[in-house]
């Protein structure tokens, strides 16, 4: 059964709204132009008091053989997110998502998280900021662990920069194995209402800068404590 199709013309505006109150949109395929709302009854998210880092990614972590940095190449990162991988023959990302979140990487709601090896774009991440919630929409590797590292890099961002909801959408096998886990809709909506109403900044490490594993491992292990 096909999901209806949306006729409204969306906007960054309309965007901002229905992620406030806990709906994203999604295309069928990256042919389709039409969208389609999604508000699942339960919801992936990351508590970030609990990031799973197992001991061989902490070595990766540790030996900053990537140069990890945010909001460079926005471009670049979302068609990294939108290209075929093995498993996946296609996306939900369609020209419409893109040109609406480009937007809104100019107005500075969506940020990337960058992984870099000998200047060389082989992973990364993207989603939309809003209060204190980060709303992850995708993630891509051509690089083994180049994901997982932006994921650990994003996490100790948000929680240096007073975040307190990292939302996946969904959960994966990929996103388990980090700690993500399931909550329902109406705990999810509780977070959610909380954390918009809460200030947080995405750059608490200055534009654009990164900083090297050890000290983003740190945060991420001492938010445990």
């Known amino acids: 059964m096909r999901r209806p199709r949306q006729q409204i013309a969306i906007t960054p505006d309309i965007i901002l709204r229905a992620y406030s109150i806990g709906l994203f949109p999604m ?3 990256a042919e389709d132009e039409a969208l389609f709302w999604v508000d699942p009854e339960d919801r992936g998210v990351f508590d ?13 972590i540790r030996s900053d053989r990537f140069e990890v940095v ?8 979302i068609a990294g997110c939108s290209a075929p991988a093995p498993g996946r023959d296609n996306t939900w990302i369609n020209a419409r998502i893109r040109s609406l979140f480009g937007d809104m990487f100019a107005m500075g709601h969506v940020h990337t998280i960058e992984a870099y090896e000998n200047d060389t774009l082989v992973g990364g991440l993207y989603g939309l900021h809003i209060g204190a919630a980060f709303f992850g ?9 180049a994901s997982k590292v932006c994921l650990v890099h994003l996490a100790a961002r948000l929680i240096d920069g007073g975040f307190t909801l990292l939302d996946t959408q969904f959960i994966t096998p990929h996103l388990a194995s980090l700690g993500a886990m399931e909550i329902p809709k109406t705990v999810y909506r509780a977070r959610l209402a909380a ?3 809460r200030e947080a900044t995405f ?17 991420v292990r001492n938010a445990k404590a």
């Not at 609990?50 to 990766?60: F, G, H, N, Q």
């Not at 929409?137 to 662990?145: G, I, K, P, V």
């Open 27 to 29: 295309a069928e395929t």
């Open 137 to 145: 929409e995708s993630m891509f590797h051509r690089a083994t662990d």
């Open 195 to 197: 954390a918009i109403e």
């Open 48 to 60: 970030l008091t609990a990031i799973a880092v197992s001991k061989s990614l902490a070595k990766t």
């Open 70 to 77: 945010a909001d460079r190449d926005f471009d670049s990162v």
């Open 203 to 219: 750059h608490p490490f200055g534009q654009r800068a990164g900083i090297d594993g050890t000290t983003a491992l740190a945060i």
